[in-house]
């Protein structure tokens, strides 16, 4: 894995931000190109579906503001090169490829606890239905974890990296993050879907068990049999085969 700064990709350092997402979509209609922002303090953090995101100082809150190509169904998958990113950061912080994973559609796992979460919101619409601007927004716990009491019930159970040996500044986990990000979205560009999807089910947390899928009030349960070719869930379920766009899974 390339440990360089991605040519052409800009950086900006924050010492406080309420939301480094909020700052992406503020500053990208000024931004020359794809850029980095790094908040080393975030006071209102969010996650998916507007909750908060608790993020102790010295964890990890950063966001690529980006102009992606595509239709957004394309552009849905830079979660996809967000989580095997994050993946590659991981196991080059830490040299442990097997402590972690990958749990559909937008968490890294660290022996089986929830270490980092991914955000994509998008501003503004350009021609032909294509999103004008896309934050990318990562949170990883660093140092610390959120409190037990703060979580949602059967949530996975919140870890940091330093359970896997390893102790890094926020500054220090971009400059391994952002050549992965690099790397996997020139593989996207370049080849599709196709190898990024391989790569993922490669890395995913309980593929061939049985999981739940939540969306809304509705939840369904069955065996994780794979992700498509658009980055669905599938489940094999009493009922069928069921497809997922987008849920909360427990296991």
């Known amino acids: 894995m390339s440990t360089e700064w991605p040519e ?19 500053q990208a209609p000024t931004l020359a190109g794809p850029t980095w922002i790094l908040g080393l303090e975030q006071t209102k953090g969010r996650a998916r579906r507007g909750r908060g995101w608790v993020d102790p100082k010295g964890n990890f809150s950063a966001t690529l503001a980006l102009r992606p190509e595509g239709d957004p169904g394309q552009v849905a998958l ?16 830490t040299g442990r490829a097997d402590a972690f994973a990958l749990k559909w559609p937008n968490d890294v796992l660290l022996n089986g606890g929830k270490l980092a979460g991914i955000l994509l919101e998008s501003a503004g619409v350009a021609g032909q239905g294509g999103l ?30 330093c359970e896997a040996g390893a102790n890094l500044s926020p500054e220090a986990f971009l400059d391994l993050l952002a050549p992965a990000f ?15 999807r391989e790569a993922f089910l490669t890395r995913a947390a309980r ?18 049999e794979t992700i498509d070719e658009a980055g669905n869930l599938v489940l094999k379920t009493s009922a069928g085969r069921q497809v997922i766009a987008a849920a909360d899974i427990f296991f």
């Open 8 to 26: 052409g990709v800009g950086r900006i350092v924050l010492p406080s931000v309420d939301s480094t997402n909020a700052e992406a979509i503020r």
């Open 78 to 93: 830079y979660s996809f090169v967000a989580a095997l990113a994050l993946y590659d950061a991981c196991v080059a912080a």
């Open 132 to 161: 004008m601007h896309l934050a990318v927004g990562i949170g990883v716990n660093l140092v610390e974890v959120p409190l037990v009491e703060g979580l949602e019930q059967r949530a996975v159970r919140p870890v940091s990296l």
């Open 182 to 196: 690099a790397a996997w979205e020139y593989r996207l560009r370049t080849y599709g879907f196709a190898p990024l």
């Open 207 to 224: 593929l061939g068990e049985v999981i739940t899928a939540r969306t809304g009030t509705t939840e369904t349960t069955g065996t994780f």
